[in-house]
């Protein structure tokens, strides 16, 4: 490439003071983002122009940020790699997320008029630890505590969660479980759950009925990160009787909650993921 070659000569000759001055962290900083912007990679020229950078300057930012697996490069044309969306994915993540999805889980709830949970695995991945709550005033409700943990057999989110694991993530998990009887429907062996979580996988959602609590129905729906991978279970629970009675507009406003959180945390696939499904 012509253009580079020219940048190239031009920079042997170049003092390195314009990479050392105050400026040259910003830069890095606005050149990773332009290159997250863009649909397509990105010639130097057109990067040049937009970010007002000298070209010896942008090649010299741009070999330092390929050496470093933030950006790839190829006939000279510019995109960010693998680093460059980790280090993005990390920003995300470092939010809080109590901040940034309580709006939307409290809007869910009075939609519904029923108790949101949004969940996670614990460390040992056995357990769902219910990392927000969020209850009607219906004086008739599901009530459970934010902070509290439940294994995932009886759990439709824990259900929901190992769906989408990576099938030897989860067989290997599974191995481990302790099937304890917790309520009347409640999973009590490993090749009932197998199956469970299949069919979980099929259809993009998990319902429980009487499963962790006597009289008390759950649906749960998965919500992605940016890179595609399960992060939380999203999930409504009623009384069972009520959650029955409404278990078709339940499961619609849960999924479409779910697709819209998912691309919050900045996921952009199909959801649930087609390509899982086929």
Not at 172 to 179: G, T, V
Request: charged fraction near 20%.
């Amino acid at each position: 490439n012509l253009d580079t070659l020219i940048v190239t000569i031009s920079m042997d000759k170049a003092s390195d003071s314009t990479l050392d001055s105050p400026r040259s962290p910003l830069r890095t900083v606005e050149l990773l983002h332009e290159l997250g912007k863009a649909q397509e990679p990105v010639s130097l020229a057109n990067l040049a122009d937009r970010l007002k950078i000298p070209k010896t300057t942008l090649f010299k930012l741009l070999r330092s940020l390929e050496w470093g697996g933030y950006v790839k490069s190829s006939n000279g044309m510019h995109q960010i790699d693998e680093r460059a969306i980790l280090l993005g994915e990390a920003l995300i993540n470092n939010r809080s997320e109590s901040v940034r999805l309580a709006p939307m889980l409290e809007q869910l709830c009075q939609l519904a008029n029923e108790t949101v949970i949004l969940g996670v695995l614990d460390d040992q991945k056995l357990n769902v630890i219910y990392e927000q709550v969020f209850a009607p005033n219906n004086p008739l409700r599901f009530h459970v505590k934010a902070g509290i943990s439940a294994p995932v057999h009886g759990s439709a989110i824990g259900q929901t969660l190992f769906a989408f694991l990576p099938k030897a993530e989860s067989d290997a998990l599974i191995s481990k479980m302790k099937f304890v009887k917790l309520a009347a429907n409640t999973i009590t062996d490993s090749d009932t759950f197998t199956s469970k979580i299949a069919r979980v996988f099929r259809q993009g959602f998990s319902v429980s009925i009487d499963g962790m609590y006597d009289g008390v129905y759950t649906v749960a729906a998965p919500i992605f990160n940016q890179a595609g991978q399960i992060k939380a279970g999203l999930a409504l629970s009623a009384p069972t009787a009520r959650g029955q009675a409404n278990e078709e507009t339940f499961i619609r406003i849960l999924l479409t909650a779910g697709e819209s959180i998912s691309k919050r945390l900045g996921y952009v696939g199909d959801y649930p993921p087609t390509h899982l499904l086929s």
